[in-house]
Every structure is written in structure tokens, then in C-alpha cells.
T-cell receptor
Framework: EPEVTQTPSHQVTQMGQEVILRCVPI?????FYWYRQILGQKVEFLVSFYNNEISEKSEIFDDQFSVERPDGSNFTLKIRSTKLEDSAMYFCASQGQGGYTFGSGTRLTVV | GENVEQHPSTLSVQEGDSAVIKCTYS??????FPWYKQELGKRPQLIIDIRSNVGEKKDQRIAVTLNKTAKHFSLHITETQPEDSAVYFC????????????FGQGTELSVKP
């Protein structure tokens, strides 16, 4: 069964540092998403991406966040200057005819 | 925008009993309602979904019912087993907003052997 893969599985970073979270969506999917889940809370939408551009973003997705699809396979989320409150699990997802598939997530810890 | 409310936040049942989790949504044009199971530290896994043109869908011990008039949908798990213990999330997509999902707050289900 096709999978969405995310790397790294766990990232620890100093406050103020930049991080890049990487995702490889399912190859024939056209819609890509990033979601965030703070420990013990619900999954929150960050951004959707279609046709090489952002189609929608939430109020969480401020100027510190950016997404890119630099080649035909990778889909990245960059946080420019991390804050303590950015600590969370970040899930990538892609969507095709069969619906959503979530990646296994990256646990980001900002210290 | 879409708002999804989920109840209860925690649910404890004895093995073999049934469990019911309920969600309400606000966007009357929403037309797809998935349920996800999330084990500790893992990704959300789709367990069942329903589209707005049907009122009920069943898959073995799991069923989902949808009441479009009242704007609520429910997850029913029968003959619960300890491995059903997890956090369950409902979700709904706001109509015509590119497929993003708005999740409920989650229900932590505990099945006691």
C-alpha cells in the first residue's frame, strides 16, 4: 500500500533556529497538506498546496512558515525562527482519488 | 468557517460493550465525514467514512450514522476489544475549501478487559 513518508521522525532544535520538515507524498496525489498536533490536543490544519502553490492556510501559518515542493517528489515545511510553542507533532498528508493518507509525523521539540 | 464538536472527551467501557462517539458540525454544505483512530505517538488512521448521500455505513464492528438535518454524525463500535483503545477523531471538510479537514477534539476510548 502506498505511503506518505516523513523525515526526520524526531527533531530537536534550539529556539530561534530554522527547521525543515520533509515529506514525500504518494506519487499520483495532487493535493498536499500540513497539519499540526500539540501533545494531547486535536489535529489542526496548517496549509494546503495544489498545483505548486498554496491554496489555503490557517491563521497558525504565519510569516514564519513556508512550504515548498522543490522537485517532483518532496514537499517541505520550513519554520524560519522556531518558538517554544512550535513544539508539536507535524503531519504531512496527501489526497488522491481514494482520500487522505497521513504520514507518520515529525515530532518537533523546541528547547 | 466549519466548527466540529466532539463528545465525550473520554469514554471507558468494558470489553464486549458498545461505544458511541458523537460529533456535530456547523457547515451544512459539508459532504464528507471521516473518522480516524490514533494510537499513542502514531499517525491518524482512517477507520470509516461516510458521504452525505447516505445515512449509515457499516464495516464489521464499526458503523457511522449521519443526520444531515441535525448536522451530527456518530461512530458506533460494537463488541469492543482492548485493541480498540485509542483516541478517535471525527473530521469534516468545509464545503468548497480545497479539501482541508477540521477535526473534532478527540475522544480517548479505554476498553477494560
Amino acid at each position: 500500500e502506498p505511503e506518505v513518508t516523513q523525515t526526520p521522525s524526531h527533531q530537536v532544535t534550539q529556539m530561534g533556529q530554522e527547521v525543515i520538515l520533509r515529506c514525500v507524498p504518494i506519487s499520483n496525489h495532487l493535493y498536499f497538506y500540513w497539519y499540526r498536533q500539540i501533545l494531547g490536543q486535536k489535529v489542526e490544519f496548517l496549509v494546503s498546496f495544489y498545483n505548486n502553490e498554496i491554496s489555503e492556510k490557517s491563521e497558525i501559518f504565519d510569516d514564519q512558515f513556508s512550504v515548498e515542493r522543490p522537485d517532483g517528489s518532496n514537499f517541505t515545511l520550513k519554520i524560519r525562527s522556531t518558538k517554544l510553542e512550535d513544539s508539536a507533532m507535524y503531519f504531512c498528508a496527501s489526497q488522491g482519488q481514494g482520500g487522505y493518507t497521513f504520514g507518520s509525523g515529525t515530532r518537533l521539540t523546541v528547547v | 468557517g466549519e466548527n466540529v464538536e466532539q463528545h465525550p472527551s473520554t469514554l471507558s467501557v468494558q470489553e464486549g460493550d458498545s461505544a458511541v462517539i458523537k460529533c456535530t458540525y456547523s457547515d451544512s454544505a459539508s459532504n464528507y465525514f471521516p473518522w480516524y483512530k490514533q494510537e499513542l505517538g502514531k499517525r491518524p488512521q482512517l477507520i470509516i467514512d461516510i458521504r452525505s448521500n447516505v445515512g449509515e455505513k457499516k464495516d464489521q464492528r464499526i458503523a457511522v450514522t449521519l443526520n444531515k438535518t441535525a448536522k451530527h454524525f456518530s461512530l458506533h463500535i460494537t463488541e469492543t476489544q482492548p485493541e480498540d483503545s485509542a483516541v478517535y477523531f471525527c473530521a469534516a471538510p468545509p464545503y468548497n475549501q480545497g479539501g482541508k479537514l477540521i477535526f473534532g477534539q478527540g475522544t480517548e476510548l479505554s476498553v477494560k478487559p
